[in-house]
């Protein structure tokens, strides 16, 4: 109890602003044709007051000239309460674009909460901007799960994002620099000089963004609070056509808990001989790196995520993001919500021939401790991320000896990699005229 009043005062004695601006992003989904959807969704202290009556939306062309500019009212029913006092608020707004093109959409809000590295920085508002190619079909990338707000020190600490793209674009992260806005509906500028201070961290786990997973990764070594802003870009046949920003803010707070222990056990099963046989099981810690998974149409993938508090202080629990739960052809559940354990599992059965794609499937494991039932108690937050590919199995040719008149097989996917033929599952045809060949799985 003792640490969770410590907790309690910790979070509290911070300086409160008025209508403080934690984070925030703004994306922009396809209705029908060139009518899209903006949604701008801003992280607020919950505790702040004077909240603004409304938003102004910007959308700009290719050559920064305003097409259309939106006012838009707070939300009252698309107001979320988020652990650790803040509370999030999302505004609805719809655009018919002239024509296709590239658009930058956004917005700014004022003002800052009080961080360490930005100085003055509750004399600066918000930017929110994001890039979309509108061609009448074309989405920007969405976020699946909520920022993370509160870490320990000399404890790791993980975030992701969890990026969800409708058109299976390709997808990489940076950080970026927190902005403000130049003038309305003219673009952002950086609030700070180069080079930005990023949250101090320990050699041994520097503050970083994985660009493949997303991946906010390090262990901070200076208790404070940090603002900390990232760029998800978006990508098709190698050219960048949009992006979205986030902002968010992470206070640093002294070690008031032992974090849990966690493990996975990763496990990929296909339908043989008439029964389901496990044809890949790996057992993950977070000390291991991050695999990815592979799988092919008729496949099923079942993780199970295991949680154990070492302290027994809090209560342990989990909650799982994925494209594929968006597209309902899988599920997580939080099976038990224990002081002392949780057990949260991903199953996706069966993987169908439309997921097929060069570009994966990231599903994350939100994992978190709560104390108290109030939001104004500690929560503490780790994020895990797998990346799943659905790929094709085919077989081709090797080699060809004249000499000895053998054929010799490769049998590999549609990213390159190479299996087995002789594995369970697979069947190889040889026709008459030693050329011609097929492969089958699951016979």
Known sequence: MKKLVFLFLLILSYPSYSSNLLGGEITCRNINGLMYETKLTIYRDSMSGNLPLNCTIAYRDSVDTIIATHVVITPLGLIQNNPNGYKSYTYIDTIIFPNTGTYKVSSRDCCRDSVDNISNATSY??????????????????????PINL?????????????????????????????????????????????????????SLPFHIDSILGDITFKPN??????????????????????????MKLTIIPVVNTPLVVQAKIQVLAFVSGQWTTVFLQNWTPVSPHPDIYLVPGENLYISYTLNDPDLTGYPSSYCYSASIVNSSAYGTTLSN?????????????????????????????????????????QFFNDYTFRIFVTNPTTGINEISNDSKS???????LLGRETDPNLPGFRIDLYSDGKTKKVFRGE
Do not use: H
């Open 222 to 247: 200076i208790a404070g609070r940090y603002q900390i802003a990232v760029k998800l870009i978006e990508w098709r046949n190698g050219v960048p056509i949009g992006y979205v920003k986030r902002e």
């Open 407 to 413: 054929v010799y097989l490769k049998s590999i996917d």
């Open 338 to 378: 224990y002081n002392d354990w949780a057990d949260c599992d991903y199953d996706w059965s069966t993987v169908a021939a439309a997921d097929v794609s060069d570009q994966p499937i990231y599903v994350t494991f939100n994992t978190f401790e709560q104390f108290s039932t109030s939001q104004y108690y500690g």
């Open 125 to 146: 508002g918000m930017y929110f901007e994001c890039m979309i190619m509108a061609d009448g079909s074309n989405s920007s990338p969405e976020f699946l799960s909520s």
């Open 151 to 203: 870490a320990q020190l000399n404890q790791p600490f993980t975030n992701n994002i969890t990026p969800y793209d409708v058109d299976r674009d390709s997808l990489s992260w940076e950080l970026v620099i927190p902005e403000d806005i130049v003038s309305n509906g003219s673009g952002g500028f950086n609030i700070v000089s180069l080079p930005y201070n990023y949250p101090p961290s320990d050699s």
